[in-house]
């Protein structure tokens, strides 16, 4: 190794060491300023109404953005956070993603049953072996509970607008990194040509959202965290073949990689396969979407316009249907 | 057994037959009209457009109670839908509801261990002994993760203002008994006098909102369904000290008992002795809290003035903030 490269390495690790620093100070002014409310657990935060309020904002210019895009507004389907596991299974999920998943288990014994939970708990034994699954699993993109409903041969290409809450079990002190975060999509699933058209033009119509938002974002070509050795394959392929851009913006000046607060995917034949949706010219379904990062972009607007919403610009509290201070 | 004994367990029979002819004919027209979209599993329903509408002018209807009633506003607290099993065992959940609990588990292995993970499933082996808690829960009432960032001794009483997803395992064919709904809450923490005084002061305040929606419903002294034998005698418990009174509403006519659509429950010090918070006088604190069930009363709203939210009459629609036909 030269003095060159140890030189680099060393700047390098002070960088890393640095960034995560400046994750904590941020997480931490979060937190004094009633906007996140920690809950004892990295990741999994309470919102104070301030934030909710940022998220009910971002919510408003993204919907804007699509009633701005479409003639016939995309169908509005609304999920609970928690859908059934045989759902679950034809997304695939556990076989690319297996160390992001959460699976429901509950309690279906009898009296007796249940002293001997209650005993192991008295006991301060793990209580989690008196359980079984209860046929659900969390749900970790907001559109995976939506293509289940397709199944079939569709009339005409189908638009949906999807919100809701994801699990991804990835605990992290970086705030911009949760457990439990919310997803507004808008989905596609159709034919080939479509789904391209779906995705590029989200690219741009979610640059400027943000844009009118006061961030300076960035498309960049991107692939998903797929799982383990088989995964880093999956992961090439789908920038390959450019099938995921994530619109990034960075949080924290020049340190670390910019965070992707929009992602818009082609998912391929993906999801038409495993849910048998067939497009209207008989083909196997391709499907697409775009995902803004509810949580992100706030913490985003949160670095950048500063964490006391009312000193906001007044062009970015209008894009948020803000009252004007 | 008499005669007369006989015919009437015949009629009661009958009725009970009829109810779930109902229940089932109501669910299906919901899913008929576009309202609520089926997941395959008892329950789990997808909301629609206009059902989401409803939801979103309760709410508005509930605020605007709530703001009459307080000079200061409750604080506002947003929870994801799960929380820590730390948090979760002071509630002592486990205990009196074990089979509506959710745990969550994950998956914490390496390459070895996924790839036996996805052998038992191609296998069509179940693949659930391959995971492990994730150490969270599904939060089974709105209120349950504001508790744990009250530890401490209180400067005075506490009023929050929580909203957020529900999860109860109770897979069933009546549409109002879902297994994921969200509840939007009111609870105070303080002294003994002030939680009754909250407690009392919000079922009349629930009954006016209910009235201003057009709902005829009437206040009546309740118990949860706590499990088991044991469970018995601290439903009996809770009906003799008057803690729950609930607000319920007939959705069939006659037909069966009237359907809870919101709840008013005084927790004594469970709370305050679990999550060792200490009231403004240096007592145990004492809580009570308000839960609305947003989807109970949107299926209340739905029988009462038909599938068709355009066709409502304007004073209820006007208390949802809806725009006037």
Same mark, same amino acid.
């Given at each position: 190794?030269?003095?060159?490269?140890?030189?680099?390495?060393?700047?390098?690790?002070?960088?890393?060491?640095?960034?995560?620093?400046?994750?904590?100070?941020?997480?931490?002014?979060?937190?004094?300023?009633?906007?996140?409310?920690?809950?004892? &657990?990295?990741?999994?935060?309470?919102?104070?109404?301030?934030?909710?309020? &940022? &998220?009910?904002?971002?919510?408003?210019?993204?919907?804007?953005? *699509? *009633?701005?895009? #479409?003639?016939?507004?995309?169908?509005?389907?609304?999920?609970?956070?928690?859908?059934?596991?045989?759902?679950?299974?034809?997304?695939?999920?556990? =076989?690319?993603?297996?160390?992001?998943?959460?699976?429901?288990?509950?309690?279906?014994?009898?009296?007796?049953?249940?002293?001997?939970?209650? *005993?192991?708990?008295?006991?301060?034994?793990?209580?989690?072996?008196?359980?079984?699954?209860?046929?659900? +699993?969390? /749900?970790?993109?907001?559109?995976?509970?939506? #293509?289940?409903?397709?199944?079939?041969?569709?009339?005409?290409?189908?638009?949906?607008?999807?919100?809701? #809450?994801?699990?991804?079990?990835?605990?992290?002190?970086?705030?911009?990194? +949760?457990?439990?975060?919310?997803?507004?999509? #808008?989905?596609?699933?159709?034919?080939?040509?479509?789904? $391209?058209?779906?995705?590029?033009?989200?690219?741009?119509?979610?640059?400027?959202?943000?844009?009118?938002?006061?961030?300076?974002?960035?498309?960049?070509?991107?692939?998903?965290?797929?799982?383990?050795?088989?995964?880093?394959?999956?992961?090439?392929?789908?920038?390959?073949?450019?099938?995921?851009?994530?619109?990034?913006?960075?949080?924290?000046?020049?340190?670390?990689?910019?965070?992707?607060?929009?992602?818009?995917?082609?998912?391929?034949?993906?999801?038409?396969?495993?849910? *048998?949706?067939?497009?209207?010219?008989?083909? /196997?379904?391709?499907? $697409?979407?775009?995902?803004?990062? +509810?949580?992100? &972009?706030?913490?985003?607007?949160?670095?950048?316009?500063?964490?006391?919403?009312?000193?906001?610009?007044?062009?970015?509290?209008? =894009?948020?249907?803000?009252?004007?201070?």
């Amino acid at each position: 190794m030269s003095n060159t490269t140890v030189s680099e390495a060393r700047t390098e690790l002070d960088d890393q060491t640095e960034l995560e620093a400046r994750r904590r100070e941020f997480g931490r002014q979060l937190i004094a300023a009633g906007l996140l409310i920690p809950t004892g &657990i990295d990741g999994l935060y309470g919102r104070g109404g301030d934030f909710e309020a &940022i &998220i009910d904002g971002i919510d408003f210019a993204v919907r804007a953005a *699509a *009633a701005a895009a #479409y003639d016939t507004a995309p169908r509005v389907l609304r999920f609970p956070p928690v859908f059934p596991r045989a759902n679950f299974e034809k997304t695939d999920y556990i =076989a690319s993603f297996p160390n992001l998943t959460g699976a429901i288990n509950t309690f279906t014994g009898d009296n007796k049953a249940h002293r001997a939970l209650l *005993a192991d708990r008295e006991n301060g034994v793990d209580w989690d072996g008196h359980l079984e699954s209860a046929g659900t +699993m969390l /749900v970790s993109a907001a559109c995976h509970p939506a #293509y289940a409903g397709l199944t079939g041969v569709l009339d005409e290409p189908v638009l949906l607008d999807v919100y809701g #809450y994801c699990f991804r079990h990835e605990p992290s002190l970086d705030p911009a990194r +949760m457990q439990a975060f919310r997803m507004h999509e #808008y989905v596609y699933v159709g034919d080939a040509e479509g789904a $391209a058209q779906h995705r590029n033009s989200w690219v741009q119509r979610g640059l400027d959202v943000l844009a009118g938002l006061g961030l300076d974002a960035q498309a960049v070509a991107a692939n998903d965290p797929f799982f383990g050795r088989a995964g880093r394959m999956l992961a090439a392929n789908q920038r390959e073949e450019n099938l995921k851009t994530e619109l990034v913006v960075p949080l924290y000046g020049g340190l670390g990689e910019p965070t992707a607060i929009v992602s818009a995917n082609c998912h391929q034949e993906h999801f038409g396969e495993n849910f *048998a949706i067939t497009a209207p010219d008989g083909s /196997v379904a391709h499907s $697409a979407c775009v995902g803004f990062g +509810m949580e992100r &972009i706030a913490l985003a607007l949160l670095r950048t316009h500063g964490l006391v919403i009312n000193g906001w610009p007044s062009s970015v509290r209008a =894009a948020l249907g803000m009252p004007q201070g």
